[in-house]
């Protein structure tokens, strides 16, 4: 989605809870290639989500972030909590050097 609206957003949340719910899942990745841009909404439950994967040791992963997403992390400094990796193949790496490694095992 270039631009999330709210029935793409409800969607998101549902997928989201999904996967929350099966103690199976680890590991969440989100590939953001083709979002431009982020809604407060679906801030909200991006910080939801990374909260929600913090109190259970599972992971949540973003990837492929486009120029303005990766500017509105900077700004918000959400670039220093999530765990954002350049391309999907390294969101699958678990040898890849996630920059914040050391701070979430603390």
Known sequence: FALWDELSTRQLRSEIDTLLENPDITKIILNLRYVSHLTSTVLAILMQTYA???????????????????????????????????????????????QLADRRRG
Do not use: G, Y
Not at 63 to 82: A, W
Not at 88 to 96: I, P, R, S
């Open 52 to 98: 929600s994967v913090q109190d259970t040791s599972r992971l949540l992963i973003l990837c492929e972030v486009q120029k303005p997403v990766q500017n509105l992390f900077k700004v918000t400094q959400l670039d220093t909590i999530l765990d954002i990796r350049p391309k999907l193949v390294d969101a699958h790496d678990e040898n890849f050097p996630a």
